[in-house]
């Protein structure tokens, strides 16, 4: 993100449609500015993760809120839910078809958390962007 006004907010359904649109809004604010691709797919795969754990595991009727942008040489995003526990990392096997979302915070962003607020919680990552568009990995 080049400045605090290419941040954008979106109000996402909790329905399966929630992490397309995520990705979409991710992609479209990294559109042209970062010509890195490998950016855009961790960008987009973690955004299509958190959504995807908050359609699933939020145990609540608010719509999710994604909140991006890029500033001081950084992506952020951040997925609200209505949800007031954290998010747990599981155990899976081998050849299980999920379950891989906290592990792949862990591993592509640079830094990620929750943020607890008083009607849920925010789950967040950062992805650094230096000068040149690559994306440095934690």
Same mark, same amino acid.
């Not at 979106?10 to 990294?30: F, G, K, S, Y």
């Not at 490998?38 to 299509?48: E, H």
């Not at 500033?71 to 999920?98: C, F, K, M, Q």
């Given at each position: 993100?080049?400045?605090?006004?290419?941040?954008?907010?979106?109000?996402?359904?909790?329905?399966?449609?929630?992490?397309?649109?995520? %990705?979409?809004?991710?992609?479209? *604010?990294?559109? &042209?500015?970062?010509?890195?691709?490998? @950016?855009?797919?961790? =960008? #987009?795969?973690?955004?299509?993760?958190?959504?995807?754990?908050?359609?699933?595991?939020?145990?609540?009727?608010?719509?999710?809120?994604?909140?991006?942008?890029?500033?001081?040489?950084?992506?952020?995003?951040?997925?609200?839910?209505?949800?007031?526990?954290?998010?747990? %990392?599981?155990?899976?096997?081998? *050849?299980?078809? &999920?379950?891989?979302?906290?592990?792949? @915070?862990?591993?592509? =962003? #640079?830094?990620?958390?929750?943020?607890?607020?008083?009607?849920?919680?925010?789950?967040?990552?950062?992805?650094?962007?230096?000068?040149?568009?690559?994306?440095?990995?934690?």
């Amino acid at each position: 993100m080049s400045d605090p006004s290419s941040a954008r907010t979106v109000v996402l359904p909790t329905t399966r449609e929630a992490p397309r649109i995520a %990705r979409a809004v991710v992609t479209q *604010l990294l559109d &042209g500015s970062h010509p890195d691709q490998d @950016l855009v797919d961790r =960008a #987009t795969l973690l955004v299509s993760e958190v959504t995807t754990n908050a359609v699933i595991h939020a145990q609540s009727d608010q719509p999710l809120r994604l909140v991006a942008g890029c500033r001081n040489g950084e992506l952020h995003v951040e997925v609200h839910d209505g949800d007031p526990a954290a998010p747990v %990392r599981r155990t899976h096997g081998t *050849l299980s078809e &999920g379950g891989r979302g906290m592990e792949l @915070l862990e591993l592509l =962003a #640079t830094r990620h958390g929750t943020t607890f607020l008083g009607h849920g919680k925010a789950v967040w990552f950062d992805l650094a962007v230096p000068p040149n568009g690559t994306i440095q990995v934690a």
